[in-house]
């Protein structure tokens, strides 16, 4: 008989990392399976049954649906925005292929076991194109269906990607005589993501996490977006809190495939105050590259969540204030204390 697990991909990363450890501190005996391009830090070892291989592919995959019944599968693999402008193809491949590759094997799988399995994808703001910045400041809380005009490859990927999760979950086969049992397909639209403990790669949103990190740290940095840059926010513990709490939400409650979830607005300028506030020597400076710059304008300054506060009781744990004195801040000092 085949194992169940939780399948997360992209487990190593940021997102993978924080997910993984939850799901080992839940109570409720998990077996996950986890994949990376990339080994898991040593620390997680007896949490997941690790793969270090390639979301594409397709001969490993063969051989681990001959093993491995995937009740849950997590979709974090992705190549972030910044990352994907200078290599488009490969984030296509990545972000677009090996997105259809798992939902095709989710498909098949929820056929064969005659029960959906549940696939549950993180979308972004990437999704969102913001045509100027009057619009930007005009628009404020931007809804699921408002711009989704994405200027750069991530964000297309994410986009079309949220699509494909829909089809494969009400439109698949949709000619075949007998159709098949679909895939239970739900998606999150994050904003960006900071966490106390890890650091992103490859992102546009990283100069929030990359100044608090560098202040605690004692090192020079420099902000590449202006100081009114505004984004929405959320700190890692409620982007993990909403990937299960969307996953355990009944079916029937849902009205929509992909929810908008955020936490807080922010400027750079308002990051780097309240950095200085908790690292008094930090030298934080302005250095704009136009091109990233370019990028985080055309993203919304806020996202509406009333959809998934609605359906399925999201709720942020930290709004701002919560997120930088009780999580962000005496965790970073306490981490780089620990390691000086
Ligand atoms: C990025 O900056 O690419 C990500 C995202 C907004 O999804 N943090």
């Known amino acids: 008989m085949r194992e169940k697990v939780i399948l997360i991909t992209g487990a190593a990363g940021e997102m993978g990392q924080a997910l993984?450890?939850?799901?080992?501190?839940?109570?409720?005996?998990?077996?996950?399976?986890?994949?990376?391009?990339?080994?898991?830090?040593?620390?997680?070892?007896?949490?997941?049954?690790?793969?270090?291989?390639?979301?594409?592919d397709e001969r490993l995959f063969a051989r681990l649906v001959t093993k491995y019944d995937f009740d849950v599968i997590f979709h974090l693999a992705a190549l972030l925005s910044t990352r994907a402008e200078f290599s488009p193809e490969l984030a296509h491949r990545v972000n677009v292929d090996g997105?259809?590759?798992?939902?095709?094997?989710?498909?098949?799988?929820?056929?064969?076991?005659?029960?959906?399995?549940?696939?549950?994808?993180p979308s972004s703001i990437a999704?969102?194109?913001?045509?100027?910045?009057?619009?930007?400041?005009?628009?404020?809380?931007?809804?699921?269906?408002d711009w989704n005009m994405p200027t750069t490859m991530y964000g297309c990927n994410k986009l079309y990607c949220e699509q494909l999760g829909s089809y494969f979950a009400h439109h698949y086969m949709q000619l075949a005589v007998n159709r098949p049992v679909m895939l239970d397909f739900r998606s999150l639209r994050f904003p960006g993501l900071i966490s106390a403990f890890t650091l992103p790669t490859?992102?546009?949103?990283?100069?929030?996490?990359?100044?608090?990190?560098?202040?605690?740290?004692?090192?020079?940095?420099?902000?590449?977006?202006?100081?009114?840059?505004?984004?929405?926010?959320?700190?890692?513990?409620?982007?993990?809190?909403?990937?299960?709490?969307?996953?355990?939400?009944?079916?029937?409650?849902?009205?929509?495939?992909?929810y908008n979830v955020t936490s807080f607005s922010i400027t750079a300028a308002a990051i780097r105050e309240r950095t200085l506030a908790a690292f008094p020597g930090a030298e934080i400076s302005y250095d704009v590259d136009t091109r990233r710059q370019g990028i985080v304008d055309s993203w919304p300054a806020d996202l509406s969540?009333?959809?998934?506060?609605?359906?399925?009781?999201?709720?942020?744990?930290?709004?701002?204030?919560?997120?930088?004195?009780?999580?962000?801040?005496?965790?970073?000092?306490?981490?780089?204390?620990?390691?000086?």
């Open 127 to 145: 999704a969102y194109g913001m045509p100027d910045l009057e619009t930007k400041a005009r628009d404020g809380r931007v809804r699921e269906w």
């Open 99 to 121: 997105t259809l590759l798992l939902l095709q094997m989710a498909a098949d799988q929820s056929q064969a076991r005659n029960r959906p399995v549940q696939f549950i994808f």
């Open 305 to 340: 969540d009333k959809a998934a506060r609605r359906d399925w009781g999201w709720e942020p744990v930290y709004d701002v204030d919560r997120a930088f004195n009780e999580y962000l801040i005496p965790n970073i000092q306490q981490r780089y204390h620990k390691m000086s």
């Open 202 to 258: 490859g992102g546009t949103t990283d100069y929030g996490p990359e100044m608090l990190h560098a202040a605690a740290q004692g090192k020079p940095f420099a902000c590449f977006v202006r100081p009114d840059s505004a984004l929405p926010f959320m700190v890692m513990p409620d982007a993990v809190r909403a990937l299960l709490k969307l996953a355990t939400a009944p079916r029937q409650a849902l009205t929509r495939d992909v």
């Open 20 to 56: 993984v450890q939850e799901l080992s501190q839940d109570g409720a005996n998990n077996r996950v399976l986890t994949m990376d391009l990339n080994p898991m830090p040593a620390e997680f070892a007896s949490m997941t049954t690790h793969i270090t291989g390639d979301i594409l």
